[in-house]
């Protein structure tokens, strides 16, 4: 039965990257009313929920992650589903693009934190932060609004990260909201 449940779920990642990828492709094109009816079929708000959950469970993974903890990824049935998290942010991205009523759309769902959240490297999802970069562009530009939610966010806190933690070195976010790194023996 573990056999079938693997294939259903390779059909299930197959299927949603070859929609990602049309949506993607779709929401590229220059004939607006293509993207107006993406938009009123609620493509937006799915995409930005269904990166809300791409984000709390595959996790973002890099060359410099140990190959244990990619094994232990895999056989937890994540390591599979690259390049979800790239195509999510490629269609808001475009959809986005010149279109005020998207850019305050993905504001109101909280879009915009969690695209900034993927403006890292992530080998799964090659050019995720370009992707990301890009989306924020277009979510940024001729956008008060959106502009005003960037330049109020604060640093809350450091996330410790485990390559850093094997040679010893904590961040610490200063007073001045600036990260610190600390090495052992530092206080």
Sequence with gaps: DKPQEIEDTRSTFTGLVLLLQCLGKLS????SKI??????????????????????????????????VLAS????????????KR?????????SFENKTVQDEVRKLGGIPLILNQCNIDDNNPFIREQA???LRNLLIDNPD????????????????????????????G???????????QK
């Design 28 to 31: 590229q094109d220059e004939d």
């Design 35 to 68: 993207r107006e009816c993406l938009f009123n079929e609620e493509v937006v708000a799915t995409c930005i929920a269904l990166l809300l959950q791409a984000d709390k469970t595959l996790p973002r993974v890099t060359k410099a992650i140990s190959t244990s």
């Design 73 to 84: 990824k895999s056989q937890n049935g994540v390591a599979g589903f690259s390049y979800i």
């Design 87 to 95: 195509d999510i942010v490629k269609v808001i991205g475009n959809m």
């Design 133 to 135: 970069i890009f989306a």
């Design 146 to 173: 959106n502009q005003k939610l960037i330049n109020e966010l604060k640093p809350i806190e450091t996330v410790q990260n485990d390559i850093l933690r094997e040679i010893h070195v904590k961040t610490e976010l």
């Design 175 to 185: 007073k001045d909201g600036k990260i610190n790194l600390k090495g052992r023996g």
